[in-house]
């Protein structure tokens, strides 16, 4: 029965932050993915009914929503070319890069979270020093792998991962130091299942332009890395030890609530709902420009995230107390909006050419339903640091097998690029 719980718990955090994930493919960058990353944090909470997890709640979902935002300044564009390459080991290169990329995502995002959860009075997370620690080993990564050692990724692309990685080896040994044992599994196993979320996707991207199939299949990739990536933090989190802080009193976090309501959703406005990208998406739908709908979307957006800011400010304003009533709503509005945003951007209102946008909505009923399915008991499981590398070597492996199948499923398609057997630029653009 336990089983049964843990897989169910992990179904409905995957299908969260994978549907929360493919939505971020319509916004992109380190908004979008703060945003998925918030709504993966609020499901695993909503599983773990834990009155002392509820008294810090937007602290623990601003945690996981920073973490997972951090990964957006990696590019990737040309990583998932590689693996639409016809020769095996172009493809290989660019599975293992996006298991790199996607790993970073999760572990950082699952790492934030897992100190979030840790974090008590009694006991609180040294959370500025942590900050400088990270900005540190991005810039001593970035300059010794990228400037001095030249091993790049991505040329001529951005190589932002190398200071990613960076803060990911900060925050590791941080964990390391201060005994953090439960966020840091938290943070291998979000990593795990993020990378092989990634690499996954994009063998199943490759799959669905052989197959001709009219979906968009770059959106299945997003969904994957999602997917995985929410499941290995839940398993994390689950099946780690964390104090009970039951004594803790709940404090007005008005900061993160402004952060997840505004600034955020603010930010991710002003960087899409922009005139120029409305009329491409717009115009071809109608078969001519509509300057009227055009605006009527980037206002009528900018309103709903004002209008759902300034009432989640207010009612959260006024609470004394957080209970799994007032998260499971917060967890409705934030996704809901999340959705009409991307329906607005794609046009999806105008035309059913999007046929993902309303798998969302699917996606979306099936999670609330089970939420009220659902609960989970903890177990308490150690750092198995053999077991740990079986699992990663397992995964390697399978990803060379999926890489050799992708190679050899297809002639050149479009879009594929080598990273090897033919000469490309070896600088990085200057800023």
Do not use: C
């Not at 299908?15 to 709504?39: D, K, N, P, V, Y």
């Not at 897992?114 to 540190?136: D, H, T």
């Not at 780690?240 to 402004?258: A, G, I, R």
């Not at 995964?395 to 057997?421: C, E, P, Q, T």
């Amino acid at each position: 029965m336990n089983n049964k719980k843990l897989l169910l718990s992990l179904l409905i955090v995957g299908m969260s932050l994978g549907t929360a994930w493919a939505i971020r493919g319509q916004f992109g960058h380190e908004h979008g993915a703060a945003w998925a990353g918030s709504i993966g944090s609020i499901a695993i909470i909503l599983i773990a009914n834990r009155k002392d997890w509820f008294a810090k709640a937007f602290q623990i979902i601003v945690s996981g929503a920073m973490g997972w935002g951090i990964g957006g300044v990696m590019s990737y564009g040309l990583v998932v070319g590689y693996g639409r390459d016809t020769e095996f080991v172009n493809v290989y290169y660019g599975l293992i890069s996006l298991f790199v990329i996607g790993g970073l995502y999760g572990f950082i995002g699952g790492g934030l979270f897992g100190l979030s959860l840790s974090n008590s009075s009694k006991s609180p997370v040294a959370w500025s020093r942590l900050l400088v620690e990270m900005v540190v080993g991005a810039i001593l990564f970035y300059f010794f792998i990228i400037q001095q050692y030249e091993w790049l990724m991505t040329p001529p692309r951005d190589e932002s991962w190398a200071g990613v990685l960076g803060m990911a080896a900060a925050l590791t040994w941080f964990m390391f130091r201060t005994q953090q044992y439960s966020a840091l599994r938290v943070a291998l196993f979000a990593g795990l299942g993020g990378g092989f979320g990634f690499a996954f996707g994009n063998f199943l991207q490759v799959l669905g332009h052989v197959s001709e199939i009219k979906f968009n299949f770059w959106n299945v990739m997003e969904y994957s890395l999602g997917f995985f990536g929410g499941i290995g933090m839940a398993y994390g989190t689950f099946t780690s030890h964390w104090e009970n802080t039951t004594e803790e009193k709940y404090s007005k976090q008005w900061f993160p609530v402004l952060m997840l309501v505004l600034i955020i959703p603010f930010t991710m406005w002003q960087q899409n709902f922009r005139m120029d990208r409305l009329e491409k998406t717009i115009t071809p739908l109608l078969n001519s420009s509509d300057q009227a709908i055009e605006l009527s979307v980037r206002w009528d957006s900018l309103l709903l995230i004002l209008f759902a800011g300034i009432y989640w400010l207010n009612v959260h304003s006024k609470s004394k107390s957080l209970d799994y009533g007032d998260i499971k709503k917060f967890f409705i509005g934030h996704f809901g909006l999340y959705m009409l945003l991307s329906i607005l951007i794609t046009g999806a209102f105008l035309s059913t050419y999007r046929i993902e946008q309303y798998l969302y909505i699917a996606n979306f009923v099936i999670i609330l339903y089970l939420l009220s399915q659902v609960d989970v008991d903890f177990e308490n499981h150690s750092i198995s640091w053999s077991k740990y590398a079986k699992n990663l070597g397992i995964v390697l492996a399978f990803i060379a097998v999926l890489a050799y199948i992708a190679a050899n499923s297809h002639d050149d398609i479009k879009s594929s690029h080598k990273r090897f057997g033919v000469e490309i630029p070896l600088e990085t653009p200057k800023p």
